[in-house]
T-cell receptor, first 114, second 113 residues
Framework: AQSVTQPDIHITVSEGASLELRCNYS??????LFWYVQSPGQGLQLLLK??????LVQGIKGFEAEFKRSQSSFNLRKPSVHWSDAAEYFC????????????FGGGTRLMVKP | DTAVSQTPKYLVTQMGNDKSIKCEQN?????MYWYKQDSKKFLKIMFS???????INETVPNRFSPKSPDKAHLNLHINSLELGDSAVYFC????????????FGPGTRLTVL
């Protein structure tokens, strides 16, 4: 069975500082990997996704993530955080078959200090 | 031009009642999903459905049932509501061919009193 672990429940960074959110997955083959962001009271918005090819993927809002097969990781990064980035971030893995139900990590709440 | 919409946004009801949440997508997608987000923000898949196949997460009680009147709609019916059903329910959709991205609705916050 697939699973996702986000080791950090809360992270606080200063505005303008760099950010890295960790994500580790367990899946028997090459997975589909996603990062979603959820602002308070809102739905989930896709930041970026990895299906195949280049292991460094670029997303919206200046985010990027790197797929490292050897470490079963898909960490999310941003070089300079803005106050509007404060939100809950979810990493997810999707199976490569028709159903493709996503399995989510527990989420990381990002707080940004002025 | 909302891609995935859900109604209602908020639903407050008594234990034992039966309720439905509606979901519609105008993206022409083949597959739709229901997810449950509990009070600790943990997101869990409940159902995956296209016109050929329903996949049920085995942990979902049979009081929950998805119903799809057509390809653009997947409604969630809940019978005999319990306190533990209080959560935010998200609908999502995906096209089988091409991008594997799921598009999520805004969520329905269900509160059972």
């Amino acid at each position: 069975a697939q699973s996702v672990t986000q080791p950090d429940i809360h992270i606080t960074v200063s505005e303008g500082a760099s950010l890295e959110l960790r994500c580790n997955y367990s899946y028997g083959a090459t997975p589909y990997l996603f990062w979603y962001v959820q602002s308070p009271g809102q739905g989930l918005q896709l930041l970026l996704k990895y299906f195949s090819g280049d292991t460094l993927v670029q997303g919206i809002k200046g985010f990027e993530a790197e797929f490292k097969r050897s470490q079963s990781s898909f960490n999310l990064r941003k070089p300079s955080v803005h106050w509007s980035d404060a939100a809950e971030y979810f990493c997810a893995v999707g199976a490569r078959y028709a159903g493709n139900m996503l399995t989510f990590g527990g989420g990381t709440r990002l707080m940004v200090k002025p | 031009d909302t891609a995935v919409s859900q109604t209602p946004k908020y639903l407050v009801t008594q234990m034992g009642n039966d309720k439905s949440i509606k979901c519609e997508q105008n993206l022409g997608h083949d597959t739709m999903y229901w997810y449950k987000q509990d009070s600790k923000k943990f997101l869990k898949i409940m159902f995956s459905y296209n016109n050929k196949e329903l996949i049920i997460n085995e942990t979902v009680p049979n009081r929950f049932s998805p119903k799809s009147p057509d390809k653009a709609h997947l409604n969630l019916h809940i019978n005999s509501l319990e306190l533990g059903d209080s959560a935010v329910y998200f609908c999502a959709s995906r096209r089988i061919q091409g991008s594997n991205e799921q598009f999520f609705g805004p969520g329905t916050r269900l509160t059972v009193l």
